[in-house]
């Protein structure tokens, strides 16, 4: 019997999933979220000002442990894949990720206190690369999920748009409370060890409850896929509509990454504040992102997700450009005031990627009638760590550049513009190219409706 095209109406035993269902597994990007959130936003500051690492080094320190990830994420995916357990295929690794992200997460900050700045950075890059991998083994299995709850196109962004949403909290969360948090624990090193023991907890805490909340969720089956190792790599590579978005989100991914690395440089010698003002414009930012998520959900079934993502980049580019070219004329409501529109921008840049997978997902199995979801996935995540990780590391060294100067030393004016590059430049100009980039990507609404307009290869 044939399998449904993804986008025909969802039939009786293929029901929507309720509210309850849709929550449950949103959780559990609380934690994802702000995994990827608090070592973006602090550690390329924390590294430089507090540790004394120079800004090449503390770059490095943040970027090299994610191309492990490469290695990693794709195997994690295809071992979902197979694994069979009463648990399902992914609930056993997330738990097993679950007691171990929070401890290695709290182990990146707890820095000796040693008198050489090179071993200072060797425990970073050291347990930074064990918690990648501890990320690694809860959020691929996490994120294949989707893909086995159903087979439908509307349905699936359906589904995303409640885990993106989840997404946006865990980045508010994270992104607000750690600026607090080391300055309620103190600052310096001690302050930083405050904020990953406090929010470490809540990973653990969300972790475990997203392990048992998804226990009812529904599994199609499909035979699975026995392509081991990199020939399956391979195949997702193969896939031109999978390679023209994830080349777009790497670049979306880097972009965002920029400016978020350099967010305490730009507060605290751009604007002359501190961590509150970094939560502010956290708030600022991300809570039109919560509420603009359900508005692009909508806006897809008008324009699709092709072009929905790209009305969302080109918002935050142009935010992005106004940050830089206004610079130095601006007043701090007009920061906040761009920064809240670029907001609804990264509402979608959130939501539309991740649901744009799921469809090349499900047109490669009709092609090849196997169970690769984790392949892909796998694949996908490696490529955005390497993004996220890859926006610090131009940053830092961007600020190398730039004669930025490490351990909390008077600037230079020079160093100050570099500060301006990475912060907006360099996003603006990254995000721009990625909509170029996605101008490619043909697998959309209207394809979907045909199975026979199949773009796989």
Same mark, same amino acid.
């Given at each position: 019997?044939?399998?449904?095209?993804?986008?025909?109406?969802?039939?009786?035993?293929? /029901?929507?999933? !309720? +509210?309850?269902?849709?929550?449950?597994?949103?959780?559990?990007?609380?934690?994802?979220?702000?995994?990827?959130?608090?070592?973006?936003?602090?550690?390329?500051?924390?590294?430089?000002?507090?540790?004394?690492? /120079?800004?090449?080094?503390?770059?490095?320190?943040?970027?090299?442990?994610?191309?492990?990830?490469?290695?990693?994420?794709?195997?994690?995916?295809?071992?979902?894949?197979?694994?069979? /357990?009463?648990?399902?295929?992914?609930?056993?690794?997330? *738990?097993?990720?679950?007691?171990?992200?929070?401890?290695?997460?709290?182990?990146?900050?707890?820095?000796?206190? $040693?008198?050489?700045?090179?071993?200072?950075?060797?425990?970073?890059?050291?347990? $930074?690369?064990?918690?990648?991998?501890?990320?690694?083994?809860?959020?691929?299995?996490?994120?294949?999920?989707?893909?086995?709850?159903?087979?439908? $196109? +509307?349905?699936?962004?359906?589904?995303?748009?409640?885990?993106?949403?989840?997404?946006?909290?865990? #980045?508010?969360?994270?992104?607000?409370?750690?600026?607090?948090? #080391?300055?309620?624990?103190?600052?310096?090193?001690?302050?930083?060890?405050?904020?990953?023991?406090?929010?470490?907890?809540?990973?653990?805490?969300?972790?475990?409850?997203?392990?048992?909340?998804?226990?009812?969720?529904?599994?199609?089956?499909?035979?699975?896929?026995?392509?081991?190792?990199?020939?399956?790599?391979?195949?997702?590579?193969?896939?031109?509509?999978?390679?023209?978005?994830?080349?777009?989100?790497? *670049?979306?991914?880097?972009?965002?990454?920029?400016?978020?690395?350099?967010?305490?440089?730009?507060?605290?010698?751009?604007? !002359?504040?501190?961590?509150?003002?970094?939560?502010?414009?956290?708030?600022? +930012?991300?809570?039109?992102?919560?509420?603009?998520?359900?508005?692009?959900?909508?806006?897809?079934?008008?324009?699709?997700?092709?072009?929905?993502?790209?009305?969302?980049?080109? #918002?935050?580019?142009?935010?992005?450009?106004?940050? $830089?070219?206004?610079?130095?004329?601006?007043?701090?409501?007009?920061?906040?005031?761009?920064?809240?529109?670029?907001?609804?921008?990264?509402?979608?840049?959130?939501?539309?990627?991740?649901?744009?997978?799921?469809?090349?997902?499900?047109?490669?199995?009709?092609?090849?009638?196997?169970?690769?979801?984790?392949?892909?996935?796998?694949?996908?995540?490696?490529?955005?760590?390497?993004? #996220?990780?890859?926006?610090?590391?131009?940053?830092?060294?961007?600020?190398?550049?730039?004669?930025?100067?490490?351990?909390?030393?008077?600037?230079?004016?020079?160093?100050?513009?570099?500060?301006?590059?990475?912060?907006?430049?360099?996003?603006?100009?990254?995000?721009?190219? /990625?909509?170029?980039?996605?101008?490619?990507?043909?697998?959309?609404?209207?394809?979907?409706?045909?199975?026979?307009?199949?773009?796989?290869?």
């Amino acid at each position: 019997m044939p399998e449904p095209t993804v986008s025909e109406p969802l039939s009786v035993a293929e /029901s929507r999933l !309720s +509210h309850r269902q849709l929550a449950g597994y949103g959780l559990g990007s609380i934690a994802s979220a702000m995994f990827n959130t608090v070592p973006a936003l602090v550690m390329l500051f924390f590294l430089t000002q507090t540790l004394g690492v /120079s800004p090449a080094w503390a770059g490095a320190a943040m970027f090299l442990p994610k191309l492990w990830d490469v290695f990693t994420d794709p195997m994690m995916g295809f071992l979902s894949d197979r694994t069979r /357990s009463r648990w399902g295929r992914r609930r056993p690794w997330m *738990l097993l990720g679950a007691f171990t992200l929070p401890v290695a997460f709290v182990m990146v900050f707890s820095v000796p206190e $040693y008198a050489q700045w090179q071993s200072r950075f060797a425990w970073v890059m050291a347990w $930074y690369l064990v918690a990648a991998t501890c990320f690694t083994v809860y959020v691929v299995p996490y994120v294949s999920m989707p893909a086995e709850m159903t087979d439908n $196109y +509307h349905e699936r962004t359906r589904i995303l748009s409640w885990r993106m949403a989840f997404v946006v909290v865990g #980045i508010m969360l994270g992104g607000a409370l750690a600026p607090l948090l #080391i300055e309620q624990g103190g600052g310096g090193i001690a302050g930083h060890r405050f904020m990953a023991l406090v929010l470490g907890s809540l990973m653990f805490m969300v972790m475990l409850l997203t392990f048992f909340a998804t226990a009812q969720l529904p599994r199609k089956s499909w035979q699975r896929s026995e392509t081991a190792g990199w020939q399956a790599v391979a195949i997702a590579l193969r896939n031109r509509p999978f390679k023209v978005l994830m080349l777009a989100y790497l *670049l979306m991914m880097v972009g965002a990454n920029s400016l978020l690395a350099t967010v305490p440089f730009y507060v605290a010698h751009r604007l !002359s504040s501190g961590g509150e003002l970094v939560t502010l414009l956290f708030l600022c +930012h991300l809570l039109p992102s919560l509420i603009s998520i359900p508005l692009w959900n909508r806006w897809s079934r008008v324009v699709g997700k092709q072009q929905g993502l790209m009305a969302g980049v080109a #918002i935050y580019a142009l935010g992005c450009v106004a940050l $830089y070219f206004a610079d130095g004329v601006m007043s701090l409501a007009l920061v906040v005031a761009i920064v809240t529109l670029m907001g609804t921008g990264m509402g979608a840049i959130q939501l539309y990627p991740f649901a744009m997978v799921p469809d090349v997902i499900a047109l490669d199995r009709r092609a090849s009638g196997l169970n690769r979801e984790g392949l892909f996935t796998g694949v996908w995540i490696a490529n955005e760590k390497i993004g #996220i990780a890859a926006g610090a590391f131009i940053a830092a060294l961007v600020l190398e550049v730039f004669g930025f100067l490490e351990g909390g030393a008077e600037q230079s004016q020079q160093a100050l513009q570099g500060v301006q590059v990475a912060f907006a430049l360099l996003p603006a100009l990254l995000l721009f190219l /990625s909509m170029a980039v996605l101008k490619a990507y043909s697998l959309d609404r209207e394809l979907l409706r045909s199975p026979r307009s199949n773009p796989i290869t």
